[in-house]
Every structure is written in C-alpha cells, then in structure tokens.
C-alpha cells in the first residue's frame, strides 16, 4: 500500500507562485507515473501534469503549459509541482495520483490518492 501526502498549497495573489511536494511512503515506490490533479469548486476534476518516474517524461495540460513544471526526486519519493504566474482560474484542490502501471496509465485511472492541498489564487 502507497500513501501519498501534498503539502505547499496556500493563498497566493494574482502573478506568484507555490510549489506542490507529493511525498509517497509505505511500499516499495516504483510506479510507472505520477500525476497531479485539480479541482476547482462546482467543477470536475482535471488533469494538470504526469511525469513517468523512470524517465521522467512528462505531460501538462494545455492550460498550464509554460507556467507549470513537474518535477521527481526519486531519492526522496517525491514528486513536485512548481507552479508560476499563478492565475485565478488555477484555484482548486491539488490532488497527487499514482499509476501504479503502464495499464492503469493507458486506462486513465489512478490506484493511489493523496488527501488534496487548497490552492487559492487571489485577483
């Protein structure tokens, strides 16, 4: 079993930036990716970025191409989110995601959830 805990959400203005850390424990740590995930108020949640933890490949939505890197240290089993020019529309709970698999990574589902970390973006 993988637990999987965010921290370094907060209240930023309009222009600033946060960086997400996703800290995996439990299990051996070896998936085949890792994802971050949002969700803003009244909204589905939405795919932001993926990085393949071997070779860190990585994949952003279109929204947060060239303001967002992902990023592993696969020493400390973390993966982060750096965040920039931070817009309004990027406020949402952040959520980090496993693939466990390249199967459940074809299948877009996720076998392991962190708990979430609020993002607020102030005008």
């Known amino acids: 079993q993988v637990q999987l805990v965010e921290s370094g959400g907060g209240l930023v203005q309009a222009g600033g930036s946060l960086r997400l850390s996703c800290a995996a424990s439990?299990?051996?740590?070896?998936?085949?990716?890792v994802g971050w995930l949002r969700q803003a108020p009244g909204k589905e949640r939405e795919f932001v970025a993926r990085?393949?933890?071997?070779?860190?490949?990585?994949y952003y939505a279109d929204s947060v191409k060239g303001r967002f890197t992902i990023s592993r240290d696969n020493a400390k089993n973390t993966v982060y989110l750096q965040m920039n020019g931070l817009k309004p529309e990027d406020t949402a709970v952040y959520y980090c995601?496993?693939?466990?698999?390249?199967?459940?990574?074809?299948?877009?589902?996720?076998?392991?959830w962190g708990q979430g970390t609020q993002v607020t973006v102030s005008s």
């Open positions: 995601a496993v693939h466990d698999t390249v199967h459940t990574a074809l299948a877009a589902t996720y076998d392991y």
């Open positions: 990085i393949s933890w071997s070779i860190a490949r990585t």
């Open positions: 439990g299990a051996t740590f070896s998936p085949y990716a």
